[in-house]
C-alpha cells in the first residue's frame, strides 16, 4: 500500500486532536493510502521535539515555507491560528500538497475567497483540499442529516444551534490568541458559531441567506498570557484589550425559508462543550448534544398520538454511520473520533481523486455568513444577506 505523507503545521491543542486521527484511522478503517505521521512543523525546536515524541511524528522542522516544497511530503495539515492559515494552504497548494485546513478556513472572506480560488485550480491538477468541521463527522450527526434527507422531518421550518461554552467566565482567564482578532479573526463567532453555522447546513442541505445578529465582547480586557499556550496559558501581571466579541447571537433565514436562531458563547456558565442543535419539521424533530454525542433524538409526528415523544436513539449500532469499525453496539465514541473519521473520509477522497468535503468553498460561505452577522451587528443587528 503506497502512503501519504503528512506534514502538520501547529501542535496545540488541534495538533494533538489530529495526531489521533493520523494515528488510529489506518488502524480502525481500511483506507486506500497509509497516513505516514512524517512531519511535524512549529516554531519553537524544543516544544516541537517533544510533541513529535509524543504522537509519534518521524521529523520536525521550524520553516513550513520549507516543509510545504519537501518532496518527500504529500498532504499539509494546517493546525495554526487563522491568521496563518491563508499564506500557508496558498503555499501548499502552489507546491502541489493536498491540505486540510482547520476551522474557520480563513480570518477575513478575502482570504477564504484567495484560498478558494487556489484550491478550485490546484483541484484540476489533482490538487485536493479540505476544510476540520470534524463536528460534522459524528455519526449522530451523520445519521441526522440522513433522516432529514429521507424525509422523516418533513419540510424545515425552524432550526435552532446553540454552541455554549464556559471558559472564559472568570474575567482572569489570560488572553489567549482566540481573544485578539488579529489571530483569530473573531471570537465566538468565528471559533465555535462556525461550527454551529457548518453543522446545521450539513444536516438540513439548506443555507443560510440572511442573517440579524449582535456581537457583544463582555470583558474588554485580560492578563496577557504566561507560561504555557492555548488554552491552558497562565496569567501574567500585564494587561491587554479583548479585541473579539465574546458572545455571538443571530438569527437567520435559510434558503428553504426555515427560520434559525443561533448562540455561540464562551460565558455559558456550567456549559462544558454543550454544542447543540435542535431541527424542527412538519413531519417531526430532532435534537442533538455534543456533551451527549453518542445520543439523537427523533420526535415523530406521524407517531400514533399517545405513543408520541422525543425518543433517545443510541447511534452505535453498526448500521450506523463510521460506528461499524469501532465497539460493539452501546459502547461509546467520543471527541477524537472525529478527528480520527476526517482522516477516513479525507484519505479515500485524495486515493480517488475526488473532492473531500467540506471543500474550501463550502467553507467560504461560512466565512461569509461570520462576516455577514459582523456587518449585521454593527449595523444595529439589521437583516444582512450572506451575498
Ligand atoms: C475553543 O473554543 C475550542 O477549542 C474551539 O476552537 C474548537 O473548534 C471546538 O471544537 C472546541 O472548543
Known sequence: M???RIAMVGHGFMGAAHSQGWRVAPRFFDLPLRPEMHLLVGRDPSKTEDAAGRWGW????????EAVQR??????????????????????????????CEKPLANTVAEAVAMTR????????GVLSMVGFTYRRVPAAVFARQLVAEGRLGEIRQVRAEYLQDWLTDPEA?????????RAGSGSLGDIGAHAIDMVEYVTGSRLESVSGVLETLVPERPLLGEGVGLSGTASAERGAVTVDDVALFHGRFDGGALGSFEATRFRTGRKNAFRFEISGSKGALSFDMERM???????????ALEQGFRRILVTEHEHPYTGSWWPTGHMLGY???????????????????????SFAEALHVQRVLDAVERSSAAGSAWTSIG
Open 71 to 100: 518532496d518527500d511530503v504529500d498532504v499539509v495539515d494546517i493546525v495554526t491560528p487563522g491568521d496563518t492559515h491563508a499564506e500557508i494552504a496558498l503555499a501548499a497548494l502552489a507546491a502541489g500538497k493536498h491540505v486540510i
Open 2 to 4: 503506497s502512503t501519504l
Open 118 to 125: 487556489a484550491a478550485e485550480d490546484a483541484a484540476t491538477r
Open 174 to 182: 489570560p488572553l489567549t490568541w482566540r481573544l485578539q482578532k488579529d
Open 294 to 304: 453518542n445520543e439523537l433524538e427523533f420526535y415523530d409526528a406521524t407517531a400514533p
Open 336 to 358: 477524537e473520533h472525529g478527528f480520527t473519521h476526517q482522516v477516513v473520509d479525507f484519505v479515500p477522497a485524495v486515493a480517488a481523486g475526488a473532492q473531500p468535503r467540506p
Open 58 to 65: 518521524a521529523q520536525t522542522s521550524t520553516d513550513w515555507r
